[in-house]
């Protein structure tokens, strides 16, 4: 297939820009300060201290104004405390001179980790939990909220974003500001994006403009996978970099959108190992790219062009079979695997059964595949039908979301992330007349949180640790960031949310914060919600009132070697190690293979069933004229073709081929 056919997956030159819901832009102090933390590999961080905090801050709705101001932020040097944090602690905190701003106490509430719940009060100050405990001796000036009767939990962490990414000629409609600006009004206090490089570009480029994109407008802390879409030794390289310069402990790549992002399954092969020798975390994509674009073919020319050919182009066999070979491969590769957006039965029972043989693997289902199903795309409404197309689709069978939750409350899946990657109307418009342009993504970033609840707390298939477990802790300990995410503990980062569990709302697009004009779980009602959201110590949701600041979330660099994901890495290669037998040599005769003077074939692969020098294509002499005996077989039982070394001709384009034209593929 002609590559041009899959090209509308590149970003344009000049893209479709997402039309803005609402932007704002007030006096944001740091916004284009460089927002790394200090990555030293050891917890260390570097803390923004924000002047004039109360005028910087947005009350939504609220218009658009200046532009963001630049203003100096005096670094702090902190101490995170590595693994071993206490969990109940009563002493006494000595709170210095520090503002009184910065200094929250929240009583009365039911703390809840991932392995325990329990009542205690909690004292915050400049962004750190400083006590967990009853009759806690608190400094004055603090802001006391209570929290009788509610939960007391860590803020979410989204696996799983794409931000205003650039895909399929346009860009996703939710940027860094209104993305993480959502995520906060729904309890998640931290996301984790993915670098996009386009084949061919550096990584380390890729990720610098990632962080460019993102530096300025989050709002709240996020962290960044990088993907693999291509291979060669200066991908290898530059995987050791971000690893140990630049925080990055995660790489995606795809088995989807040929020609784009796909790998083959070698250079996957490749990528894992490397993943496994820089102690970071292989993901995967698990979809059949190659099915995809013949299924693709096929259905139009069957002349099925609407969003219901999205999901039949890739059945469920299709993201089952990729699960599988990813799995065989990282295992093979001797690396663990992070399946991202599990969404059908079948591929999760494959991750399920992988774990019960010892595999090292985590599955990722996301708020959409939990929460609503695939049915959507045979709704008469185009717009609303092109709404639900995502990639792997949410499955036409309704029992799935159910049964993604059942495995998710029993750690059959572990844990869980959106996949948010918006588009407006006239994005989606852009595949109207041909499903395959359909750019492919749904939301989720604001409403994960309270999905999870009520289908999986509500419905009383998990309690709330276990909400914990899949909304933070367990984000947190693959991707190595816990204790200081993911957990309620003296030392961890003050990024909390007081839940109250009886609550209701009902989710709309007309009231929900994100850019774009679309919500897949519209007009649902759902228990669940966040009466204050802290951030970095900062109350951004303070009794259902969302105020956030642009640019005052930081980048957190997600050190290698999670003892979640590596910790049996070693001793299960150790005992995998291959086996030598020791034997006498053989000294008996060997068969003479003769080596042929015409036509020497150079190209040998690894391929054990090719002789060792011969050719193995001719057994008779050339002809008279030199020319290659026409009474020689063409191919080998190796399966390679005489001429195989020979410069290919041009193609020759046929504009009309029989059974007719079409136009894009993957
Ligand atoms: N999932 C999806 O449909 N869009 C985002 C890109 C990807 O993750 O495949
Ligand atoms: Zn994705």
Redesign the pocket.
Known sequence: MAEEEFDFFKPHPHPTKPRVKSSFFEMVPDAFDDKSLNFTGDHRRVKKKVEEESKALETVPEPASAEPEVEMAEPVQETIYPHDVAIVSAEPWVAGDRSAQSRIFIKNGTIVNDDQSFHADIYIEDGIIKQVGTNLVIPGGARTIDARGKFVMPGGIDT?T?FQ?P?MGTVSADDFYSGTKAALAGGTTMIID?VIPQKGESLLDAYEKWRGWADAKVCCDYGLHVAVTWWNDQVSKEMDVLCSEKGVNSYKV?M??KDVFMLDDDEIYHCFKRCKELKALPMV?AENGHLIAIKSRELLQQGVSGPEGHLQSRPEEVEEEATTRAITIADQAGAPLYV??VMSKSSANVISKARREGKIVFGEPIAAGLGTDGTHHYNKCWRHAAGH????PLRADPTTPGYLMDLLANNDLQLTGT?N?TFNADQKAIGKDNFTRIP???NGVEDRMSIIWEKGVYSGKMDPCRFVAVTSATAAKVFNIYPKKGRIAVGSDADIVIWNGEATRTISAKTHHQAVDFNIFEGMTVHGVPEYVITGGSIVMDEGQLKVTQGLGRFVPTPVNSQTVFGRVGNREKSRQPQIVEREPYTGPVVEIKEEDALVYNKRSDNPILPESANEFHSRPPTRGGARNMQDSSFSLSGHQYDENQPKRPGTKVSNPPGGKSTGFW
């Open positions: 799983h794409h990414m895909f993915f795809f989807a959108y994509h991202v957006h197309v995502m990639g792997p996949d990657c492919n993504g749904v």
